[in-house]
């Protein structure tokens, strides 16, 4: 007996075989690897992740470099983040990604500034370590309240073998401050995932080992708490980390780093002294957090602060953690925040209900959302990551309905083909898709900076996300364009 679930997936299996079809027969086979419909009950996705992209196709993907610089380290604010290499991928990756921070910009703090080490041709006949450390010397000269500097390694750095460490050592001790250098070179692994682990492997090795040695010295002027959490991997994009603050620090608890959005170095030192790390987006800082759980025993835990199921949700796993004090507080705040989630509800889902959302995005969005969209009343009837790992897909059984449709690195191509397929009314994805699919007649929101908007994480970030969905699903623009299936 054919079931609506099973016609759908039939349908889904169909498309993906149609979409197939234009492909060389080997790139027929890699790509079919990567997209899937997914089987309820089962333990992942069912298909192949964090490979490199295939030549030719229009890849979402960016670069380690992007990883690393644009991800983990760039929103860290009292730190100069030099782009080691030529101009354009610091000129590219300039204040793109919205992580507020408070202070005073290009005194106190620099995230929004870019700094360059502008290679020329001679830099890669000749080497660039001189230029290097004449440029730290004057950029900690000409911004003496910095607390150090990363150096961002592009390109041309790996190929010619600069010797970045060393430099970094040598002026280090002449400027009397922390010189991390971070090889994360663009061609490295097959997308930005690997950016991040260099980035987090930097922490590692020349950060965790300073905040040792200032605590044996006593010198890091920290007096611990019972209820010591870091914010791990929120990058304050639009102000989430700071609405994920509020929830934390209203349930009693101390939020001692913030790492990154809106931290500091100081913050990052703090950070082997907490009770409990508390990760954001696992994909790009799962490693520096079970690298705190193996040498300093500090557990850590994934939350999801998207909609207000899984914010109550995630309260109280984390309540969990500590004690009675902490979980009756939780318990509170849940409660505090009930009528204000439903009135957004009551709001909002009969303008929403039944709506149809595609999403592609990186980092934890493809499932962390999915929740948020479903307390409107829409259905995600597609997902998938730019750079997600076997892990990823495995945590995202838990948001996906059966049926639902799975593409790994999605080309270009196989998006746009599948959106006139499956006909969603809304496309929630990245910069580089978003006028694509608006010129397509379909509403989008960006997701990965929220275009322009936010915070969406926490309850009041619900507020908002609400009100963004129906400002893009229900815009007068839209009675006059039509998407192609409906013209």
């Known amino acids: 007996m054919t079931t609506p679930k099973s016609a759908l997936k039939e349908e889904n299996r169909k498309v993906i075989a149609e979409v197939l079809e234009t492909y060389p027969e080997k790139a027929k086979q890699k790509r079919a690897k990567h997209l899937n419909v997914y089987d309820e009950g089962k333990t992942d996705c069912g298909v192949k992740s964090n490979i490199k992209s295939i030549p030719g196709v229009m890849t979402t993907r960016g670069c380690a470099y992007a990883g690393s610089k644009g991800v983990v380290w760039g929103?860290?604010?009292?730190?100069?983040?030099?782009?080691?290499?030529?101009?354009?991928c610091g000129y590219y990756s300039w204040s793109g990604r919205r992580n507020y921070y408070v202070g005073t910009t290009g005194v106190d703090t620099f995230v929004t500034m870019q700094?360059?080490?502008?290679?020329?041709?001679?830099?890669?006949?000749?080497?660039?370590?001189?230029?290097?450390?004449?440029?730290?010397?004057?950029?900690?000269?000409?911004?003496p309240l910095a607390k150090g500097i990363t150096i961002q390694s592009e390109c041309p750095v790996g190929?010619?073998?600069?010797?970045?460490?060393?430099?970094?050592?040598?002026?280090?001790?002449?400027?009397?401050?922390?010189?991390?250098?971070?090889?994360?070179?663009g061609f490295r692994g097959v997308s930005q995932s690997l950016g991040h682990h260099i980035a987090n492997d930097t922490v590692r090795d020349w950060v965790l080992p300073i905040a040792d040695k200032k605590a044996k010295e006593g010198s890091l002027n920290f007096e611990p708490g019972p209820y010591d959490v870091a914010l791990i991997g929120d990058y304050n994009i639009g102000g989430d980390a700071w609405s994920s603050r509020i929830l934390?620090?209203?349930?009693?608890?101390?939020?001692?780093?913030q790492f990154s959005g809106d931290g500091t170095w100081n913050e990052m030192l703090l950070a082997p002294r907490v009770k409990l790390n508390l990760i954001h987006?696992?994909?790009?800082?799962?490693?520096?957090?079970?690298?705190?759980?193996?040498?300093?025993g500090i557990p850590w835990l994934e939350f999801n602060f998207f909609g207000p199921t899984q914010i109550a949700k995630s309260l109280r796993a984390i309540a969990q953690r500590f004690d009675e004090t902490i979980q009756a507080k939780a318990e509170q705040v849940i409660a505090k925040y009930k009528?204000?989630?439903?009135?957004?509800?009551?709001?909002?889902?009969?303008?929403?209900?039944?709506?149809?959302?595609m999403l592609m995005v990186g980092g934890l969005r493809p499932r962390h959302v999915i929740p948020a969209f479903r307390e409107l009343g829409m259905e995600v009837i597609a997902t998938g990551y730019e750079f997600g790992h076997g892990d990823d897909y495995k945590r995202t059984t838990q948001y996906i309905d059966d049926g639902t449709l799975i593409y790994d690195d999605v080309s270009g191509y196989e998006f746009e083909e599948f959106a006139k397929r499956l006909k969603p009314d809304l496309i929630a994805s990245g910069i580089k898709e978003k006028y694509v699919f608006?010129?397509?007649?379909?509403?989008?929101?960006?997701?990965?900076?929220?275009?322009?908007?936010?915070?969406?994480?926490?309850?009041?970030?619900?507020?908002?996300?609400?009100?963004?969905?129906?400002?893009?699903?229900?815009?007068?623009?839209?009675?006059?364009?039509?998407?192609?299936?409906?013209?």
């Open 75 to 88: 929103p860290v604010k009292d730190m100069i983040h030099l782009s080691h290499g030529p101009v354009g």
């Open 248 to 257: 934390l620090e209203e349930m009693g608890l101390r939020v001692v780093t």
């Open 159 to 185: 190929l010619i073998g600069d010797d970045i460490e060393a430099v970094a050592k040598r002026v280090s001790k002449e400027i009397g401050k922390p010189v991390v250098p971070v090889r994360c070179e």
């Open 281 to 296: 987006c696992y994909r790009s800082m799962n490693y520096i957090c079970r690298h705190m759980e193996e040498a300093y």
């Open 339 to 357: 009528p204000q989630s439903e009135a957004i509800i009551a709001k909002y889902r009969p303008r929403l209900e039944g709506k149809r959302v």
């Open 438 to 487: 608006q010129k397509m007649a379909l509403p989008f929101r960006q997701m990965h900076s929220w275009d322009y908007s936010g915070p969406y994480h926490g309850y009041d970030g619900f507020a908002v996300f609400a009100r963004d969905m129906d400002l893009a699903l229900n815009s007068p623009t839209w009675d006059l364009v039509k998407a192609p299936w409906k013209s």
């Open 115 to 143: 700094f360059t080490s502008d290679f020329q041709e001679r830099d890669v006949v000749f080497g660039g370590d001189k230029k290097l450390a004449k440029l730290l010397v004057e950029a900690s000269e000409l911004f």
